[in-house]
């Protein structure tokens, strides 16, 4: 009703209906929390809701986030609506790699880029919403990477905490033996837990990590390249990221960042958590030797 600096209004029924998870033409489709993708029946759910008029608004909007978790069947199901879209109906695909999607589907949307929110506006959402010390907030937000998300999930719980100890992991993962790895990795991915609720948290918690040491890896070579803490993320530890700096050369960082890279990639395709994290400890190890996994 009205919006503030492109946001909404958070007063208007609309905006309330939204913040509170009820209103009848936001439809938000994601994973079920029992099982690894969006199935068939959800894909359903949503041309049932087609069938009728918006119930309240011009417009009714569906969003399926990550889009690329749909299985086949939901994904060619989903493709019928795409091909004879009914009217006031817009669908969003929220996607991080579009090359797991359907050629088909991709062919009938249109890209949209979202671009990393500035640093600051990340900062000032921390201290007014999440009422954070402007100091811990502007570190927070330059780990985020200019997503709200990922700063929300960084600011709660133990997060920001564990930070310090992944890294002082990850710098003894050279001097590590293979088994000790192993131990580690079992560790990380807590072995033996096996809940569904359990998998979806510990997936976040590893998928927290993996940027962290990515994170740590990319600081660690730009002050090697540049000599200074100016564009570092984690500025707060700078004695700890000269001290590491020693531990690896230039090639040894970027072997270290695609191991990280392949890493984060293989979690979003939900392989074996406690697999993925055996081949990183260990790929990483091998990385500052001169080799990949």
């Known amino acids: 009703m009205d919006p503030i600096d492109g946001d909404g209004c958070k007063r208007c029924s609309s905006c309330k209906k939204i913040i509170d998870g009820n209103h009848p033409d936001l439809i938000i489709i994601e994973p079920d929390k029992d099982k690894k993708g969006i199935g068939i029946n959800q894909i359903r759910e949503i041309n049932r809701h087609l069938a009728f008029s918006p119930a309240l608004e011009r417009y009714r909007v569906i969003i399926v986030d990550p889009a690329e978790k749909m299985t086949d069947e939901a994904a060619n199901a989903f493709l019928k609506a795409l091909e004879e879209p009914p009217p006031h109906n817009i669908f969003i695909l929220n996607v991080r790699d579009p090359g797991e999607l359907l050629p088909t589907i991709i062919s009938r949307c249109q ?169 990183s400890l260990l790929g990483l190890k091998r990385a500052v030797k001169g080799s990949y996994v």
């Open 111 to 279: 890209k949209v880029a979202f671009k990393p929110l500035p640093t600051e506006a990340v900062v000032n959402w921390l201290i007014k919403e999440e009422n954070m010390a402007r100091e811990k907030a502007q570190i927070v937000a330059k780990l985020s990477e200019g997503s709200l998300g990922r700063a929300k999930k960084l600011s709660r719980g133990n997060v920001f905490t564990h930070r310090v100890n992944w890294i002082t992991m990850l710098n003894s993962v050279i001097n590590k033996s293979s088994d000790r790895l192993i131990d580690m990795a079992r560790e990380l991915s807590g072995f033996r837990k096996n809940s569904a609720s359990n998998k979806e948290d510990k997936d976040d918690t590893i998928a927290l990590m993996l940027g962290i040491w990515g994170s740590w890896y990319r600081d660690i070579l730009l002050f090697k390249l540049e000599g200074k803490m100016g564009h570092t993320l984690n500025s707060d530890l700078s004695n700890h990221l000269k001290n590491a700096s020693a531990l690896y050369t230039v090639d040894a960082l970027m072997r270290s960042l695609a191991v990280i890279a392949r890493a984060e990639h293989d979690l979003m395709e939900n392989r074996n958590s406690l697999f993925l994290l055996e081949r």
